[in-house]
């Protein structure tokens, strides 16, 4: 990599038009990546820094962008015709929520609807009058069997069919089911006492739940019917890192260093393979990856792949950060801790460090 720059690192992307649109994990820099060129550039950055990894996603609604607060104690939103900030303040901006508040988020009739992780429910927004409606306590029935405090109710991966979402507990084998049309839930067991899953994901037909300790993989029709289509009963704990559908396949992600799980829907073919990257999610008609470095692997439906790397200048970072310092809004170097090989690597921190002297 170019010692001048430095490579941007996010949770996952949205796509917007022909770019992917992230948010970095440190500094809170809303970026683009050119998906023909790979050619990045910074957007804006949020105008406020609690600590690093601070959104967990990227959400688009109106012609805004709704940041998904992980870490931080405000929902944001980016006017991408005004090119404006504003937020939403939490009520509980004391709470410290461990391992974070809330890993994904869901809009319908102009409703955001934030799913906790260690928050313990859903936070329901109303997106046009901006303003918190209430908090719905879909974790009630798991709370007293949490084990310690950094365990999350639900992770990155959730289905959404019939206008429900569908979470997988991370606690114990049950699927907590929301209704966004009356803010009714209900929980239903899945598999057998000793699953807990890391995510889920709906094929238009059957639901797939990954496990959370060990490799199992179960088919679920909603109601009663079950399959668990992959055991193995040696394997460690904390393997996937989320489970999605695309095409013909279920992916299973495997966490940096672990197997991803193809699964062919029509034959039941699973195929394991070790990646360098780990699977986000899915773009249009293809899979997004994203390795330790930041590197971007996109996998297209006819076998192509295309590989970018979000890298900027140094200096156009370090122009776009003292901006909002002059302003008094924040210090670059605010951030609690910043973790060597998660974060970024030493040779760009040191970098942007003595850029700013």
Not at 35 to 42: A, H, K, L, M, V
Not at 63 to 85: C, G, H, Y
Not at 108 to 121: A, H, Q, S
Not at 285 to 313: A, F, M, W
Request: aromatic share 12%; proline share 1%.
């Amino acid at each position: 990599m170019d010692k001048d720059k430095i490579v941007l690192k996010t949770m996952n992307y949205i796509k917007y038009g022909k770019k992917l649109l992230g948010i970095s994990k440190v500094w809170n820099i809303l970026f683009s990546v050119d998906i023909s060129s790979g050619d990045t550039q910074i957007i804006s950055i949020v105008p406020e820094w609690k600590t690093c990894n601070d959104f967990s996603s990227i959400l688009y609604w109106n012609k805004n962008l709704v940041l998904v607060p992980l870490l931080a104690d405000k929902i944001w939103f980016f006017s991408m015709q005004e090119r404006t900030w504003s937020y939403i303040a939490l009520s509980d901006s004391n709470v410290d929520y461990n391992g974070g508040r809330f890993c994904n988020g869901y809009i319908k009739n102009n409703k955001l609807y934030l799913v906790g992780n260690c928050y313990p429910g859903i936070l329901k927004v109303d997106l046009e009058m901006q303003k918190i409606e209430k908090m719905i306590p879909i974790y009630d029935s798991v709370i007293s069997l949490r084990e310690n405090i950094h365990d999350g109710f639900s992770f990155w991966t959730h289905a959404v069919a019939n206008n429900k979402i569908y979470i997988a507990s991370g606690i114990v084998n049950k699927v907590h089911i929301f209704d966004m049309t009356n803010d009714t839930y209900e929980d239903m067991y899945v598999g057998n006492e000793k699953d807990k899953y890391v995510g889920m994901t709906y094929d238009g037909t059957h639901f797939w739940l990954a496990a959370r300790s060990g490799k199992d993989i179960i088919k679920w029709d909603g109601y009663k019917g079950e399959e668990r289509v992959y055991q193995d009963e040696d394997s460690a704990d904390f393997m996937y890192d989320g489970i999605y559908s695309i095409d013909k396949h279920i992916i299973v992600a495997g966490l940096a260093g672990r197997d991803t799980m193809y699964i062919n829907r029509e034959s039941m073919l699973i195929q394991q393979m070790k990646e360098y990257y780990v699977v986000k999610g899915i773009i249009g008609d293809s899979i997004i990856g994203i390795d330790l470095e930041g590197k971007i692997n996109l996998q297209y439906n006819d076998r192509s792949i295309v590989c970018l790397i979000p890298e900027i200048e140094i200096s156009i970072l370090k122009s776009e950060v003292n901006k909002l310092v002059d302003n008094g809004m924040r210090r670059i170097m605010s951030c609690k801790v910043i973790r060597e090989g998660v974060d970024m690597n030493l040779t760009d921190f040191i970098a942007v460090v003595k850029n700013q002297e």
